[in-house]
T-cell receptor, first 110, second 113 residues
């Protein structure tokens, strides 16, 4: 399956701590994308990492990609209460469709 | 910024009704998608379109159809609404699937009674 599988399913941390979410997938990919969804709203695209990239940063976000292990991780540093949301990874295979996993629910307590 | 607008935030329809969910994007994107999201099942792809008048089935097309008469508008049609179609429906658009992320609308929460 092209679907990404996030781990853990739920994560609860204190404000200021770092949050790490992992994603595994099964097929070869062109890129892998991470999205955030606040409760009851649409998804927001966070970052896209191409298959020939190993690491990418955007503000407090750091994404790594290991194509040999078919895995990716999303690190949010110095988390804030506003980071509370569900986070999804979505691997993309050229010519294919973007298929989302069930996500990681992140709760950041003030 | 690209904007994807879904016509209704909340919708309540009766079983058997024909339901239209509208989605409009304002950045001339080629690609448009309809997903539904249910607790425990994540997002599932219903239909997608890579061009005007073109449509492709996703993973769960049964009970749905789509229309893309204009590039900016992608409509999802529930031919005869059933209670198991109660869900959050999300529309998305994208310029280039290999290089850019998707832009999602805010979603339509449909309840079929």
């Amino acid at each position: 399956s092209q679907q990404g599988e996030e781990d853990p399913q739920a994560l609860s941390i204190q404000e200021g701590e770092n949050a790490t979410m992992n994603c595994s997938y099964k097929t070869s990919i062109n890129n892998l994308q991470w999205y955030r969804q606040n409760s009851g709203r649409g998804l927001v695209h966070l970052i896209l990492i191409r298959s020939n990239e190993r690491e990418k940063h955007s503000g407090r976000l750091r994404v790594t990609l290991d194509t040999s292990k078919k895995s990716s991780s999303l690190l949010i540093t110095a988390s804030r209460a506003a980071d509370t949301a569900s986070y999804f990874c979505a691997p993309y295979n050229q010519g294919g469709k973007l298929i989302f996993g069930q996500g990681t629910e992140l709760s950041v307590k003030p | 910024d690209v904007k994807v607008t879904q016509s209704s935030r909340y919708l309540v329809k009766r079983t058997g009704e024909k339901v239209f969910l509208e989605c409009v994007q304002d950045m001339d994107h080629e690609n448009m998608f309809w997903y539904r999201q249910d607790p425990g099942l994540g997002l599932r792809l219903i239909y997608f379109s890579y061009d005007v008048k073109m449509k492709e089935k996703g993973d769960i097309p049964e009970g749905y159809s789509v229309s893309r008469e204009k590039k900016e508008r992608f409509s999802l049609i529930l031919e005869s609404a059933s209670t198991n179609q109660t869900s959050m429906y999300l529309c998305a658009s994208n310029r280039d699937r290999a290089s850019y992320g998707y832009t999602f609308g805010s979603g339509t929460r449909l309840t079929v009674v």
